[in-house]
């Protein structure tokens, strides 16, 4: 059995943190299936944390089943320019120094929220934020800060 990736295991735990672990464990498993860690191996990190997005609106009361996650997956016809939320979020794990603790938990994106859409691989139309910023808690286990990055942060590197 091969082993269970460190991206899997932060979804699984961004999971665990929304619907609850003994939910999920008692849909999934304590560890997130096989399946599930092949869908997010071969799926580009800033999908994943697009699709995290879509299934936090979509699956309000009860976490998502594998095909509602992969239908939040956004599907890639052209290669075009980075999203704000993928940029933020290079930005804040490239520049600051943030605990595995910050990088697992929910960040929170803030400011004029203009939707931008894409379609999903079963067709359905997906609303993704367009956020000013994003405030990433501290951590009270290692003691960082909090952390506030804007877009007008990205001028220098990714939005340049």
């Not at 735990?13 to 609850?20: A, V």
């Not at 016809?77 to 990088?103: D, F, I, N, W, Y």
Request: charged share 25%; glycine share 4%.
């Amino acid at each position: 059995m091969m082993a269970t990736s460190r991206r899997a295991k932060q979804v699984w735990k961004r999971l665990m943190s929304w619907y609850g672990a003994p939910v999920i464990a008692e849909r999934f498993g304590a560890e997130p299936p096989s399946d599930w860690c092949e869908l997010i191996d071969r799926t580009p990190p800033e999908d994943v944390e697009t699709a995290l997005i879509a299934v936090r609106r979509q699956c309000v009361t009860f976490p998502p089943t594998l095909a509602q996650f992969e239908a939040c997956i956004p599907e890639r016809r052209k290669v075009g320019p980075k999203s704000v939320v993928s940029m933020l979020c290079e930005h804040a794990v490239t520049h600051l120094r943030l605990c595995q603790h910050q990088l697992m938990r929910t960040w929170n994106y803030f400011g004029p929220l203009e939707d931008f859409q894409s379609k999903s691989r079963s067709g359905e139309v997906i609303k993704h934020p367009n956020p000013a910023g994003v405030v990433i808690p501290s951590c009270e286990i290692c003691g960082n800060p909090s952390h506030r990055v804007k877009t007008e942060d990205l001028a220098g590197s990714e939005a340049a």
